[in-house]
């Protein structure tokens, strides 16, 4: 239960972090913790290694990429995403910019996957602007 209250705790605060002023980062080493029904929700050490995504706000508009889900801003550097499907299978993302320190909380819930279902906390490093936009 005490994760479920960082977990949330996390989200309100991404949704409150501003206005929606914009940028574009780089972010990279993504490492953190998981847990999946399928290992009974124990939570292990988790990362995404090797891979870069870009996170962008501008005004109300945010983005994801490599990313299909539904993005907006949620902040002057934070992005919510959205993937529900008509089965009722859900996943949500956050990404919220901490750009003084040069780092990422990246967040992610999923539900109705069946053994897939848990979630991330994950701390990444935004390794700079995006080039080109």
């Known amino acids: 239960m005490h994760h479920h209250k960082i977990v949330l705790a996390l989200l309100v605060g991404t949704a ?11 972010i990279a080493e993504l490492k953190g913790q998981s847990a999946r029904a399928l290992d009974g929700f124990a939570i292990s050490g988790d990362g995404y290694s090797n891979k870069e995504f870009r996170v962008a706000v501008d005004g109300k508009t945010g983005a994801v990429s490599p990313s299909n889900m539904s993005c ?32 990422v909380i990246h967040t992610k819930a999923i539900s109705g996957y069946g053994p897939h279902d848990g979630g991330n906390l994950f701390i990444g490093k935004v390794v700079g602007p995006c080039s080109g936009g």
């Not at 409150?16 to 780089?26: F, L």
């Not at 995403?81 to 956050?94: H, N, P, Q, S």
């Open 16 to 26: 409150a972090s501003g206005a929606h002023a914009g940028g574009c980062w780089r």
């Open 72 to 103: 907006m801003a949620a902040g002057a550097t934070s992005v919510l995403c959205v993937d529900r499907t008509a089965e009722g299978k859900l996943t949500i993302e956050t990404w919220a910019i901490d750009e003084q320190r040069g780092k």
